[in-house]
């Protein structure tokens, strides 16, 4: 007794699976568990890929320090929300405020020597231009004068470096965001450019982007601007939706595969919902038709390596077996070409006379 074995082919957004008939040609007659009608509508084209939440350039900054010292106080905790020029750390400065008090001093003290030797100077020229001292005097005021100011100019300039230092003592938030690490506690001695290279890092959580990693075989079918649609595990029954911005040059090898980044930007409002480095479950829609013959992916099943459906004529008889040329194949309909028409009535599920259905997942 020959057996025939049927295969269904069920896709859809979720997912799809393979379905096997085996069936006896003995007697019986097909019974039809479900059915739909051929109607007009839109066929995609779909690329499947898995992506990755990132944070764009400049919206996740590192805030470290230049100064040395006792971490005096750090007023932040991760999660907290900080403003653009929030303070989120300061660095004891007792010693170095020390030293500007001493340059502010010499400041002064080079201001003193400057008046004196400015105002020595008509004196030595009178003297000079009444023959009373010799012109070497004179020579020896101006550069004693010249070297006051310059030494003053020098003292200035050691005030002002030591202020900047100063500054760096107090760390301020460069943009709004959210505290996402905290790398060193209030009493630890940080040493500028040994020790820490990174005291707060702050995040900001609305500029987010996602990266798509495309097989080489597939990235010929990518071009900008293609819409694309994903989801997260956090949120699966949130369906999110981008725009294909950029596809990068330069190639990314994993496991001897190679890929291509594909760059999709995500918008503030959709942000609120994602998390850096969320897996996004990717879906390009490479090629979109509307307004076609269009028929479900579970009406078409392989018989005997040829993809057939199920066509139901009349309720009353056996459903008639059609091969339908199909054009633009999606993910839960294709484009018709000819075969089948608007208003057929195709079969879905059937159960076959005697027959045993088991489902093998893709």
């Known amino acids: 007794m020959k ?3 049927f295969i269904l082919i069920a896709l859809s957004i979720t997912g799809g699976g393979i ?4 069936s006896s040609k003995d007697g019986g007659a097909i019974k039809i568990l479900k059915t739909t009608t051929i109607e007009r509508g839109e066929v995609s084209k779909i690329l499947e890929a898995t992506g990755i939440v990132k944070a764009q350039v400049g919206a996740r900054v590192e805030i470290g320090t ?6 005096h106080t750090v007023p932040v905790k991760v999660g907290d929300h900080v403003k653009k020029g929030d303070l989120v750390a300061e660095i004891d400065s007792r010693e170095l405020r020390a030293r500007i008090n001493e340059a502010a001093a010499d400041l002064r003290l080079q201001q003193a020597q400057l008046i004196y030797m400015e105002k020595n100077l008509p004196r030595k020229r009178s003297l000079v231009n009444q023959d009373l001292e010799p012109q070497d005097s004179l ?5 004693d004068a010249e070297m006051a100011r310059h030494s003053v100019a020098a003292s200035r ?5 030591l202020n900047i230092q ?3 003592t107090k760390i301020f938030s460069p943009m709004n965001g959210v505290v996402s690490q905290v790398a060193a506690q209030e009493g630890e001695t940080i040493v500028s450019g040994l020790s820490v290279s990174n005291l707060i890092t702050v995040l900001d959580p609305s500029r987010l982007e996602m990266w798509i990693y495309i097989d080489e075989t597939d990235v010929g079918r990518v071009t900008t601007g293609l819409r694309v649609r994903y989801t997260v595990d956090a949120f699966r029954d949130q369906i999110f939706e981008g725009v294909v911005n950029r596809i990068y040059p330069e190639p990314e090898i994993r496991d001897n595969i190679v890929y291509y980044r594909v760059l999709v930007k995500i918008t503030a409002e959709e942000a609120q919902w994602l998390r850096p480095e969320m897996t996004t479950q990717c879906k390009i829609i490479v090629e979109t038709k509307t ?7 579970t009406a078409l099943k392989w018989v005997a390596n040829r993809q057939v459906c199920f066509v139901i004529d009349d309720p009353k008889k056996e459903p008639r077996e059609v091969s339908p040329v199909l054009g633009l194949v999606g993910l839960e309909k294709s484009e018709v070409l000819s075969g ?3 208003g057929d009535v195709v079969a879905t599920q059937l159960v076959l006379p005697g027959s045993k259905v088991k489902k093998k997942d893709d």
């Not at 300039?157 to 470096?161: E, N, V």
């Not at 307004?291 to 992916?297: E, S």
């Open 340 to 342: 089948l028409k608007e």
């Open 166 to 168: 100063l500054s760096y």
């Open 3 to 5: 057996k025939l074995i």
């Open 66 to 71: 230049r100064a040395t010292g006792e971490l």
């Open 157 to 161: 300039a050691r005030l002002q470096t």
């Open 291 to 297: 307004d076609i013959i269009a028929v479900p992916n």
């Open 19 to 22: 379905w096997y008939f085996t």
């Open 139 to 143: 020579d020896i005021a101006y550069q």
